[in-house]
């Protein structure tokens, strides 16, 4: 099954953007952090390229949690938006599709963009806000090549 945007905003919705009124995280870092990273893995788990699943997305939570601590962190929208979209593109970066290896997605800049900007909107509802920043991790993973052994050619993750 193709990556669904509306299935990892679902999920950030449910699972880790703030629920109070204020915009404020209820969890300490690392919860939060294991929160997103859940979130984003169970969705990656979902990709496909060249009809190949990806088998590597559950193994390597741990990793995109690790990461995710510090920059959840931050104290900052800036900081946050970009430090997960570089998480996430670490996260890519390997990841295995059967016997092809995802290269580092090129949408990373953007999609920190995207998300900071997410973040930064404390007045927009939260639907709207794990939209963006779905939106966001979807773009910047169907920006990231996956290469096979010959004879398959590289292929575009979905």
Known sequence: MPLVSATLSQSLQSQWLPRDEDGEFKDDAPASA????????????????????????????????????????????????????????????????GPGVAAPPVATAAAGAAITAALADLDAAQSSRADQIAAALQAQAMSAIVTFPPPMSPAPVT
């Open 34 to 97: 294991d929160a997103l990273a859940g979130a984003i893995a169970d969705w990656f788990g979902m990709a496909m390229a060249a009809g190949i699943p990806c088998s590597t997305a559950s193994a390597r939570k741990s990793q995109l949690q690790g990461q995710l601590i510090p920059v959840l962190q931050a104290g900052s929208a800036a900081g946050a938006g970009q430090g997960i979209a570089l998480s996430f593109m670490a996260y890519v970066a390997g990841q295995s599709f």
